[in-house]
């Protein structure tokens, strides 16, 4: 697949058909990712790969702690408002939610069931540094992950709101006890069928936010 068509064609895929990966195919996805450029080199991030009983198990993950107290909250700050001019193109994905709120939330392509993906990779971080670069890094590896499985046929969603209460999920991942929870990302087949994963996107056109200054 060439380059440029790989990075257009790329999209988030939102209902996925259950077959499993090949955890050979996966080992190719991460060999090229690995090569992500990162600060200063320091790769000092951590890919969970969730599958078969594992993963029902985070499907169930509880959202509140059996204690009843709240959720501690994601590790890494998300954003609760935007301003007028990008909440506007949040809009183009506000049918997402009324699609999913009709499955009443159980349904086998629910977000909670990362839509249907029969695998899920969760990005961490080293707990101890502080820098919000550690975000920026561990963009570049997803993007990369996300563009390789493109390429081998293989539909991402990239979730944050998988990574919503890490306390719920470190249980399940053995040595996350003290890693910062980035991101989830569902992996597997697309149903290209699904009216879901064909809508038409839209993307800023560079007059809007491109100063080329001579
Ligand atoms: C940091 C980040 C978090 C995201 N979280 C979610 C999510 O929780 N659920 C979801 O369905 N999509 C999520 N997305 C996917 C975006 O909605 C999607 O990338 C965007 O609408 C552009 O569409 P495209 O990926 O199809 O090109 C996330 C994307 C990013 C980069």
Redesign the pocket.
């Known amino acids: 697949m060439e380059f440029e068509q790989a990075l257009r064609e ?3 895929i ?1 209902a996925f058909k259950p077959d499993p990966v090949p955890e050979e195919l996966i080992r190719e996805i991460l060999e090229a990712a690995r090569w992500s450029p990162s600060w200063a080199n320091t790769q000092a991030w951590h890919v969970f790969v969730a599958s078969g009983e594992t993963l029902t198990k985070l499907k169930s993950a509880a959202p509140t702690p059996a204690t009843g107290e709240a959720p501690a909250g994601p590790d890494f700050r998300m954003p609760r408002e935007w301003p007028p001019q990008l909440a506007a193109r949040t809009k ?2 506000s049918f ?1 939610r009324d699609a999913f709120a009709a499955t009443g939330g159980e349904a086998a392509l629910a ?1 909670a069931n990362f ?1 249907g993906a029969p695998c899920v990779l969760y990005f961490t971080t080293e707990p101890a540094i502080e820098s919000d670069y550690l975000l920026f890094d561990s ?1 570049l590896l997803v993007q990369s992950v996300c563009l390789a499985a493109h390429d081998k046929g293989l539909g991402t ?6 990574v919503r209460d890490p306390e719920a999920l470190r249980p399940a991942l053995p040595g996350a006890a003290d890693q910062r929870f980035v ?1 989830a990302v569902a992996l597997g087949y697309p149903d290209g069928e699904a009216p879901i994963n064909r809508f038409e ?1 839209r993307r800023a056109q560079l007059e809007e936010f491109v100063a080329w200054v001579r």
């Open positions: 790329r999209r988030s939102r183009q994905l997402l977000p839509y963009g969603c990239i979730m944050a709101m998988a991101i996107r």
